[in-house]
Nanobody
Framework: VQLQASGGGLVEAGGSLRLSCAAS????????MGWFRQAPGKEREFVAA????????TYADSVKGRFTISRDDSQNTDYLHMTSLKPEDTAVYYC???????????????WGQGTLVTVSS
């Protein structure tokens, strides 16, 4: 089972990026998928999650209204569309997949390798 995160890069403040997380090895259509991030010197924090079939979504307060999570179960992929980026959004972003509760509390079993997002001021 592998989750492959991609789409990170360098962007100016106010810009946008879309991260992708492609899963292989099993289908996650019945699982929640989500994103976490870890900034330099800080602990990993929850960013967003989408339940199976994207019925429910939830976001960290710090990204609410700016980030949107979506998923395409036909492609076994989920996305994090980030807009109005701020320098404080700079972090390595990790995708994860598992039950809804484990996404929320960070104990998900399946993790991607991370993709770096750098927002310049």
């Amino acid at each position: 089972v592998q989750l492959q995160a991609s789409g990170g890069g360098l962007v100016e403040a106010g810009g946008s990026l879309r991260l992708s997380c492609a899963a292989s090895g099993r289908t996650f259509s019945r699982d929640a998928m989500g994103w976490f991030r870890q900034a330099p010197g800080k602990e990993r924090e929850f960013v967003a999650a989408a339940s199976d079939r994207g019925i429910a979504t939830t976001y960290a307060d710090s990204v609410k209204g700016r980030f949107t999570i979506s998923r395409d179960d036909s492609q076994n992929t989920d996305y994090l569309h980030m807009t109005s980026l701020k320098p404080e959004d700079t972090a390595v972003y990790y995708c994860a997949a598992d039950s809804w509760s484990s996404l929320i509390d960070g104990t998900a079993r399946y993790w991607g390798q991370g993709t770096l997002v750098t927002v310049s001021s």
